[in-house]
């Protein structure tokens, strides 16, 4: 069983719909949790950074923490075809091994117009 | 803005080649790696470094190696290249004790 295990997709909206991605863990251990956002020849970027469990809201993108569950969501809002891309999550233990993530196999969206 | 430059966009290599793959951070980061991306199995790490010289491995070193003899520069190295080592080859730049890792563009390598 991997460690992170993230919904395959690929994943087909249009324009203007809500758009959830998923990934669960089974290591108790991780404490840090991001999503990365990588559009095709690109490397990955950051695009939501969360420690606690609960919600964190930045402009159209949500991501939510379950820490009880060991699952882990981004929420899209009033998706746009600028939002196709691959989406990672990714997490890591802090401490020493702070810089060290594990990452979901990734999401491919693509948003119609 | 942090600038992760990754030397070779695309290669081409033959069974057996040597292959180096250059990896370059401006932001005097602590933390450099390299994690080789491959359809349905993600991001998975390679090799790590915290500090000039030094080097940990990851989940998957074996026919790897690495250096880094200076701060923003570290290399990652193929000894005898194989032709399931074809795959896209990203290296990441992060400061001590953060999360964020900034990543370069890529480097895809064709092993024939």
């Known amino acids: 069983q991997k460690e992170v295990e993230q919904d395959p997709g690929p994943l087909s909206v249009p324009e203007g719909a809500i758009v959830s991605l998923n990934c669960t863990y089974s290591?108790?251990?991780?404490?840090?949790f991001m999503w990365y956002r990588q559009y095709s020849r690109k490397g990955p970027e950051l695009l939501m950074y969360?420690?606690?469990?609960g919600n964190k809201e930045d402009g159209r993108f949500t991501a939510q923490v379950d820490k009880s569950s060991k699952y882990i969501s981004l929420f899209i809002r009033d998706s746009q075809p600028s939002d196709s891309a691959t989406y990672l999550c990714?997490?890591?233990?802090?401490?020493?091994?702070?810089?060290?993530?594990?990452f979901g196999q990734g999401t491919i969206l693509t948003v119609h117009p | 803005d942090v600038k992760v430059t990754q030397s070779s966009r695309y290669l081409v290599k033959r069974t057996g080649e040597k292959v180096f793959l250059e990896c370059v951070q401006d932001?005097?980061?602590?933390?450099m790696f390299w994690y080789r991306q491959d359809p349905g199995l993600g991001l998975r790490l390679i090799y790590f470094?915290?500090?000039?010289?030094?080097?940990e491995k990851g989940d998957i070193p074996e026919g790897y190696s690495v250096s880094r003899e200076k701060k923003e520069r570290f290399s990652l190295i193929l000894e005898s290249a194989s032709t399931n080592q074809t795959s896209m080859y990203l290296c990441?730049?992060?400061?001590?004790?953060?999360?964020?890792?900034?990543f370069g563009e890529g480097s895809r390598l064709t092993v024939l």
């Open positions: 990441a730049s992060s400061p001590r004790g953060a999360g964020e890792l900034f």
């Open positions: 290591n108790s251990a991780f404490q840090y």
């Open positions: 969360t420690y606690s469990s």
């Open positions: 990714a997490m890591s233990w802090g401490g020493t091994s702070y810089g060290k993530l594990t």
């Open positions: 932001m005097d980061h602590e933390n």
């Open positions: 470094s915290y500090d000039v010289k030094m080097k």
